[in-house]
């Protein structure tokens, strides 16, 4: 596979998700796609032609959002097995852990939602979830953030 093979697939999503784009004018643009998911990233390395871009899209955007579920997890319920999940649990407050319940929770939601556009898929239906999704997870990328500011100051104050 060569560097050409690469840049034609991103050419290719890019031009399939400009159509796309025609067609639901509220979608993240595509420099808006690959700022928050890499998808750029993600189509040239793997040097994928999706048949179907919005799809391909909502999957990537899933797969995003969902890597944090576990980080997040460890913060509800610590594994009494490992020493450092179990500091990073003592380092927030019931009020902050209900936040993060929160995070989860619609991780979780919004999961459970794709899935259920797997089983009867549907571009218009999928275009509204990546509209809405994609739009809350910005928003909600402040919690993660202050979750990782706090966790590493923890941990910077015990070195």
Aim: no cysteine; aromatic share 12%; glycine share 2%.
């Amino acid at each position: 596979m060569s560097l050409q093979e690469t840049q034609e697939s991103v050419d290719y999503f890019i031009r399939e998700y400009a159509t796309l784009k025609e067609r639901y004018s509220r979608l993240p643009s595509v420099d808006e796609l690959d700022q928050e998911l890499n998808i750029l990233e993600v189509v040239g390395r793997t040097r994928l032609f999706p048949r179907h871009v919005v799809r391909f899209v909502r999957w990537q955007m899933m797969e995003v959002v969902n890597a944090w579920a576990g980080y997040l997890h460890g913060f509800i319920l610590p594994n009494p097995q490992n020493a450092a999940s179990m500091e990073e649990y003592n380092h927030f407050t019931d009020k902050e852990k209900q936040t993060i319940i929160e995070m989860l929770n619609w991780i979780m939601y919004s999961t459970r939602e794709m899935n259920l556009l797997q089983l009867d898929e549907d571009d218009d239906r999928t275009a509204q979830f990546i509209i809405t999704a994609f739009s809350e997870w910005k928003e909600r990328k402040k919690i993660l953030r202050s979750v990782i500011d706090k966790n590493t100051a923890s941990w910077k104050r015990q070195i």
